[in-house]
T-cell receptor, first 117, second 109 residues
């Protein structure tokens, strides 16, 4: 099956610094990538949707200047959390959609656990 | 608005059968997915239904009734490793996934 990788798997950073998370589709071309955030004991919350080569579409309440998304190629999307604060500590998960499949399945990366101290 | 409902938590016994229900109201319908998520891990794909009926895959089966806006995930011969959250998600007319809050399944010996 299709594989999506994320890097790093976990990161600890100080308040005020920026953190970049990479999401790669390893064996397929991801025309669309999704970024989710999940707080403990809660369901996935979609943050933004990005299509290769165009600006990301952010969900209501998600600050686009704080969560910078770049989807420069069909296999790589990055999420940069700028000026991170403790409340940004969460589990960030990317997923990629293979537009060539019969049912446009979304494949999930393993997630990145961000802790802001 | 769009809404996906599933029970918050269920408990079952090892070796038994459990059915997790999901009802939905969405803007259009282009398939329903079930995902399994263990604590601290990303979701993993379990099943996909786009037509009415039952899809069976080993110990797991998923059922869909589009007219009723209803699906269930059936887990047979429960094992301790099945303890996880089970997420129901519907793909709407824009091909976006609308997620349920998940059902935490607790398996007891």
């Amino acid at each position: 099956g299709a594989v999506v990788s994320q890097h790093p798997s976990w990161v600890i950073c100080k308040s005020g610094t920026s953190v970049k998370i990479e999401c790669r589709s390893l064996d397929f071309q991801a025309t669309t990538m999704f970024w989710y955030r999940q707080f403990p004991k809660q369901s996935l919350m979609l943050m933004a949707t990005s299509n290769e080569g165009s600006k990301a579409t952010y969900e209501q309440g998600v600050e686009k200047d704080k969560f910078l998304i770049n989807h420069a190629s069909l296999t790589l999307s990055t999420l940069t959390v700028t000026s991170a604060h403790p409340e940004d500590s969460s589990f960030y998960i990317c997923s990629a959609r293979d537009g060539t499949g019969d049912h446009y399945e979304q494949y999930f990366g393993p997630g990145t656990r961000l802790t802001v101290t | 608005g769009q809404n996906i409902d599933q029970p918050t938590e269920m408990t079952a016994t090892e070796g038994a059968i459990v059915q997790i229900n999901c009802t939905y109201q969405t803007s259009g319908f282009n398939g329903l997915f079930w995902y399994q998520q263990h604590a601290g891990e990303a979701p993993t794909f379990l099943s996909y239904n786009v037509l009415d009926g039952l899809e069976e895959k080993g110990r797991f089966s998923s059922f869909l009734s589009r007219s009723k806006g209803y699906s269930y995930l059936l887990l047979k011969e429960l094992q301790m490793k099945d303890s996880a959250s089970y997420l129901c998600a519907v793909r709407d007319s824009n091909y976006q996934l609308i997620w349920g809050a998940g059902t935490k399944l607790i398996i007891k010996p």
